[in-house]
């Protein structure tokens, strides 16, 4: 199985930072890799899928970046609603198996 | 636009049967261009992917091993929806569960079929297992 591990496992910053979240995979994943945000009482949506590309409606100040077993996701500019948790998901082997990391609390 | 809502029982005893429902607009489930899914979310166990259905030509099954044997996904055509059926639950089983979507593709490469990221999603139905 591809484990995937995330940190920090909290990040603490302020509106107008620039965060930095990983995504290290014990194994290649290629660039077969997404990030998704979540936030309280809602389901996981969609950010950036295979590594680098923004789904529909997510802001410019996203960006993935990574191949292989590292990967990166880089908010730039903090605005109030992107404080939430981040998570990776990897679909290498998918079917019939896909893995997610277990977050990065941004807040 | 694609858009999925679940429904479903949020309280289950031991042992039991859990069985969730998601209403599919926006795209039918026998496309061939989309593989639906449904996912669950717990504190000690994250975000786990359950199975997928899929139809190219025929309907394709992919389960979780971790539930493997307990778990059933059924497109039903008529409706437009998928379910989720898990027997034999225990208090483990509790969690929030979604279904999502996922694109679907041919890899000509490694001659095998593959889907993309989970985009949408459903809005979560948390279900407790518990006597």
């Known amino acids: 199985e591809i484990v995937l591990t995330q940190s920090p496992a909290t990040l603490s910053l302020s509106p107008g930072d620039s965060a930095t979240l990983s995504c290290t995979a014990n194994e290649s994943v290629t660039t077969y890799l997404a990030w998704y945000q979540q936030k309280p009482g809602q389901a996981p949506r969609l950010l950036i899928h295979d590594a680098s590309s923004r789904a529909t409606g997510t802001p410019p100040r996203f960006r993935g970046r990574g191949s292989g077993t590292d990967f990166t996701l880089t908010i730039s500019s903090l605005e109030p609603e992107d404080f939430a948790i981040y998570y990776c998901q990897q679909r290498a082997t998918w079917p019939p198996e896909t893995t997610f990391g277990h977050g990065t609390k941004l807040e | 636009q694609v858009q999925l809502q679940q429904s479903g029982p949020g309280l289950v005893k031991p042992s039991q049967t859990l069985s969730l429902t998601c209403a599919i607009s926006?795209?039918?489930?026998?496309?061939?261009?989309?593989?639906w899914n449904w996912i669950r979310q717990s504190p000690s166990r994250g975000l786990e992917w359950l199975g997928t259905?899929?139809?190219?030509?025929?309907?394709?099954?992919e389960y979780a091993a971790s539930v493997k044997g307990r778990i059933a996904i059924n497109p039903e055509t008529s409706k437009n929806h998928v379910s989720l059926q898990l027997v034999s639950v225990t208090p483990e089983d509790t969690a929030v569960y979604y279904c999502?979507?996922?694109?679907?593709?041919?890899?000509?490469?490694?001659?095998?079929?593959?889907?993309?990221?989970?985009?949408?999603w459903g809005q979560g139905t948390p279900v407790t297992v518990s006597s």
């Open positions: 926006g795209e039918l489930v026998s496309s061939n261009t989309a593989a």
């Open positions: 259905t899929f139809y190219r030509s025929k309907w394709y099954y």
């Open positions: 999502a979507r996922a694109p679907l593709y041919y890899d000509y490469l490694w001659e095998t079929y593959r889907a993309g990221a989970f985009d949408p």
